[in-house]
């Protein structure tokens, strides 16, 4: 979710040897695959905040095949493909909507991991400070330290591949 772009170039490239996508497990994180026929299938993985029936009806009546959606009432994450053979479609064509699409995306992810990343951060820092005082820091507080220390590893990519992929969308949209 974090990559929109590499995750459809991957899907994409699976159709073309012949590894037919026919769905996504209920949390969204993994593919399942049916050995067939190649096929030019364009993937979209859409994000947005709020949306109601009309987003998924108007996608549907322009032929795009609803795939996966979150169940997030959060954000929502929606994978739309669409069988081609001549000109690949997009989902959107408009450029300055996908640009924007992507910061938008970028800003949701930093906002909610950094402030994570910044209290982990404080904490452990409180409990090295309390160890090296000579305070007793208790077996939960270690487990609970390397515990921030893994969740801080993995909020960061996160931070890292939503800003990596604002970046190369606007690496593109400028060209």
């Not at 399942?32 to 949306?51: A, H």
């Not at 939960?140 to 591949?161: D, H, P």
């Amino acid at each position: 979710f974090y990559s929109p772009d590499i995750t459809e170039e991957w899907l994409e490239n699976m159709e073309m040897k012949g590894y037919n996508l026919y769905r996504m497990s209920r949390a969204g994180n993994t593919f399942y695959f049916m050995k067939g026929e190649p096929r030019n299938v364009k993937y979209s993985l859409d994000f947005q905040i709020t949306v109601n029936d009309s987003y998924f009806e108007f996608h549907k009546s322009s032929g795009w095949n609803m795939i996966f959606t979150s169940y997030s009432s959060f954000t929502k994450h929606t994978l739309w493909g669409k069988e081609y053979w001549g000109e690949k479609p997009a989902l959107y064509s408009d450029i300055s909507h996908i640009l924007k699409h992507a910061k938008k995306q970028c800003m949701v992810y930093c906002i909610l991991f950094i402030p994570l990343i910044i209290m982990y951060l404080f904490i452990i820092g409180v409990n090295i400070k309390m160890y090296l005082e000579g305070i007793p820091v208790m077996r939960t507080g270690l487990i609970a330290s390397i515990v921030m220390l893994i969740c801080m590893v993995e909020f960061g990519c996160f931070v890292m591949k939503s800003l990596g992929y604002y970046l190369r969308i606007r690496r593109k949209v400028s060209f």
